[in-house]
Nanobody
Framework: VQLQASGGGLVQPGVSLRLDCSASGSMFMITAMGWYRQTPGKQRELVAT???????AYADSVKGRFTISRANAKNTVSLQMNSLKPEDTAVYFCNAVKTTGWDTTDYWGQGTLVTVSS
């Protein structure tokens, strides 16, 4: 599975930005997709995930501001980010999880930088 993220950039606080991720390759047994983010010196953290049946989960810090969506037919996952804050500045990574029996495998995109600054 290859993941290609796009949509990052430099924006001012309070505005919106949308990230998109396109997946290619075998999507068989991919059970969830999502977005993570990372800042220098910190661990990568979950932003939002969405399962094959549409169940979503969000980090507390983005609830009510970010919305994750998925177009299974197009193998894409998107993250709509509203009311952006400087603390949202990070490299955002697209993620896909393959589940086979008891094993899970994570696939990662190359990351896209989001900078929120006035």
């Amino acid at each position: 599975v290859q993941l290609q993220a796009s949509g990052g950039g430099l924006v001012q606080p309070g505005v919106s930005l949308r990230l998109d991720c396109s997946a290619s390759g075998s999507m068989f047994m991919i059970t969830a997709m999502g977005w993570y983010r990372q800042t220098p010196g910190k661990q990568r953290e979950l932003v939002a995930t969405i399962s094959n049946d549409g169940n979503t989960a969000y980090a507390d810090s983005v609830k009510g501001r970010f919305t994750i969506s998925r177009a299974n037919a197009k193998n894409t996952v998107s993250l709509q980010m509203n009311s952006l804050k400087p603390e949202d500045t990070a490299v955002y990574f697209c993620n896909a999880v393959k589940t086979t029996g008891w094993d899970t495998t994570d696939y990662w995109g190359q990351g896209t930088l989001v900078t929120v600054s006035s």
